[in-house]
């Protein structure tokens, strides 16, 4: 059974940081794609960034590009992804998200593209 558990958000307060981890369990290792995306309330899931298998070539959306940084422990099998100058549009519930895909694949952005999914962890920015 694959599973991917979620840790880290909360409450913070604009201008903070937060770290959210995800760890994957079952056959996702590695060689998966990972990538963090974020839904706010009557939003879509809009896709945060993302991190190539192995090498760890990132890629960014526009949403906290600058102020997002994601990064992963190969060793621990852990994904993270840093943000930092928050501000209250950040207000969210964000999602990890694992594939196979390149990271240069034009469906890395899109929710379409991929087939795991965390059970989503809060993220709440005051103001």
């Known amino acids: 059974q694959v599973t991917l558990a979620q840790y880290g958000g909360g409450l913070a307060q604009a201008g903070g940081s937060l770290t959210l981890s995800c760890r994957p369990s079952?056959?996702?290792?590695?060689?998966?794609?990972m990538a963090w995306f974020r839904q706010a309330p009557g939003k879509e899931r809009e896709f945060v960034a993302a991190?190539?298998?192995?090498?760890?070539?990132?890629r960014y959306g526009d949403s906290m590009k600058g102020r997002a940084a994601i990064s992963r422990d190969n060793a621990e099998n852990t994904v993270y992804l840093r943000m930092n100058k928050l501000e209250p549009a950040d207000t969210a519930t964000y999602y990890c998200?694992?594939?196979?895909?390149?990271?240069?694949?034009?469906?890395?952005?899109?929710?379409?593209?991929?087939?795991?999914w965390g059970q989503g962890t809060q993220v709440t920015v005051s103001a």
């Open positions: 991190i190539s298998a192995a090498a760890g070539t990132p």
């Open positions: 079952g056959s996702i290792n590695s060689r998966y794609l």
């Open positions: 998200a694992a594939d196979t895909k390149l990271i240069t694949d034009p469906q890395v952005i899109l929710t379409t593209g991929y087939a795991y």
